[in-house]
Each structure stands twice: as structure tokens, then as C-alpha cells.
């Protein structure tokens, strides 16, 4: 029987809004982290600092995109949104949220 190891990688992430009226809000911060199982090397994913390493980086990318996915598909089976429309709006709001640099800094999530 071949070895298996079942771990966790948890990407997380909050965005802080702030509405004065009208249909749309103001985004203020953007906190995100990455967080992994106990069986996992920590200090392969995470730096002294509490950032995502190169390797943690990867696995954090991986957590997002693999949400957007599901995200995707869920809304789509729903009838909420069509794939396609929401992938288009995804890219859009990506190009969007490179005009604006964010500063980083380590932020910590309760489990």
C-alpha cells in the first residue's frame, strides 16, 4: 500500500468597505493570508515574518484560484451568473486592481 497523506492549505482572505450612499462602495484594505495544516513544514510555506515563502506563495495562488473555480461553477449551476460573463468580470476587476498597490504586511486569521 502506497503512502498518502491528506493536509490542508487554507488561503483567506477579507476585504474592508466603506459605504457613504449609493450603489457602489469604497474598498479600504485587502488582508490576506496563508494558513496550513499542522502536518505541513511551516517554515517551507511561511517566512519568519508570517508571509507566504515561494513555495507558500504557490499553495496560496492555488487556494484562490481554485475557489474562483468553485465559485464559478456554483454560481453557474444556480443560474446566478453564466461562466463566461463571470470570467470576463473576474479578469476585469483584475486588470482594475493593478492600478492600485497594496502594502503588505502579515495579517493572522483565527481557525
Not at 479600504?28 to 511561511?46: A, E, H, Q
Request: charged share 20%.
Amino acid at each position: 500500500m502506497a503512502f498518502k497523506m491528506v493536509f490542508e492549505i487554507e488561503g483567506k482572505c477579507v476585504i474592508t468597505l466603506e459605504h457613504t450612499g449609493g450603489q457602489t462602495s469604497a474598498l479600504k484594505s485587502v488582508d490576506f493570508n496563508l494558513d496550513i495544516s499542522n502536518n505541513m513544514n511551516k517554515s517551507m510555506y511561511l517566512d519568519d515574518d508570517g508571509l507566504p515563502t515561494k513555495v507558500g506563495t504557490k499553495a496560496l495562488t492555488q487556494a484562490f484560484v481554485q475557489g474562483l473555480v468553485g465559485n464559478i461553477h456554483q454560481a453557474h449551476q444556480n443560474n446566478f451568473w453564466d461562466s463566461a460573463q463571470h470570467l470576463r468580470y473576474i479578469i476585469s476587476e483584475l486588470e482594475r486592481a493593478f492600478i492600485e498597490v497594496p502594502h503588505l504586511k502579515k495579517t493572522t486569521f483565527t481557525r
